[in-house]
Structures are given as C-alpha cells and as structure tokens.
C-alpha cells in the first residue's frame, strides 16, 4: 500500500532553517560594517588633519584658540570678578570631584596700562610682561595671563596626572588665543 504524503520532513524542515538563519546574519553583518564603514569615510572627510577639532572660547570676553588637546576644557567666570577665568576640564571633575573650578589653573584679563593685581603685585600688565611673564597673549587693549594651580586638588596620583595634563594643554593655549567673531 502506497501512501501519498505532502510536506516537508523534520530533517528538511531543519535544513531550511539553518540555510536562513546563515542568510539573515550574512545580511545583518553586512549592513553592520558598511553602517560602520560610512560613518568612518564621513568623518575623514570632514576632519582633515589641518583642521582643528574643537576652538576653546572665552564667550564673555570674546577670545578663541584652536585646541588640539585631548582635554574638553572648560571655564567659569566669577561674577564678582569678571575678569577672571577658572579653567579645568570635564576629565578633572569626572576623576574628582571635588577639584575646584581653577583647578587646572586661571587667566586673567588685564587693560593695557591699568594697575591689576598680577602675579601679587599692583603693577599695570606692561610691567608684569616684562618682569618675565611665561604665559601671555595681548589681543587688542587687553592683556590675559595664564597662572597654573597652586597646588594638586586631589592625593591620587591619577587625578593629579590629569590636572597636570590640562595645565599644560592651556599652556599651549595662550599664544594661540584671538578676537572670536
């Protein structure tokens, strides 16, 4: 006796599923590496290497710098001395908290031919430039003066590398600054 059966058997039925679950992922591999491989082209193409990625700007007295640190620098200005920037950097107040807003250090805003308390003497910026000023920059009638921490925020190592680190990358900074548009 001859029995007519339709359908698909367990091992075919098995067979057919293991041939799409290989096709699916084949699929999804290949749309995630061009997905991939495209963002990667885009951002070649609009980040050359004589570009800088990022401009550091002091908004409220107009001055930019080109920055190629590896540092996301940042400022705040005192109301009750609006000329007076405390730096540091997101990394700082991620490792520490509890590093204060100058941590990395501060610039100072001076007028040409004012007296200003700089570097703990009265005397007007043309005085301090000459007395040996390191990092400087006039831009305008204004002179602004970069002055490192006093001293490490934290006792871990890890922290005080990163703040030495942002120091120095404002160091770099002062030459760099101009009158932002």
Excluded at 86 to 115: H, K, Y
């Amino acid at each position: 006796m001859k029995s007519n059966q339709k359908g698909f058997t367990l091992v075919e039925a098995l067979i057919l599923f293991i041939v799409l679950v290989i096709v699916v992922g084949t699929g999804i591999y290949i749309f995630q590496y061009n997905n991939n491989k495209d963002n990667t082209q885009h951002l070649e193409v609009n980040m050359p290497d004589d570009t800088p990625p990022y401009i550091f700007s002091i908004s409220e007295w107009k001055i930019q710098a080109p920055y190629h640190g590896e540092q996301a620098l940042r400022y705040t200005i005192d109301p009750s001395d609006p000329n007076e920037a405390g730096l540091t950097s997101t990394q700082l107040v991620n490792a520490d908290s509890s590093c204060p807003s100058n941590a990395a250090g501060s610039i100072e805003r001076a007028q040409a031919g004012e007296q200003s308390v700089l570097g703990a003497i009265p005397q007007t910026p043309e005085q301090y430039v000459q007395s040996g000023a390191k990092y400087y920059t006039k831009i305008g009638s204004y002179y602004y003066f970069f002055s490192g921490p006093q001293m490490n925020c934290s006792s871990e190592s890890s922290v005080n590398i990163i703040q030495k680190t942002t120091t120095k990358e404002i160091q770099n900074l002062m030459s760099k600054f101009v009158t932002s548009k």
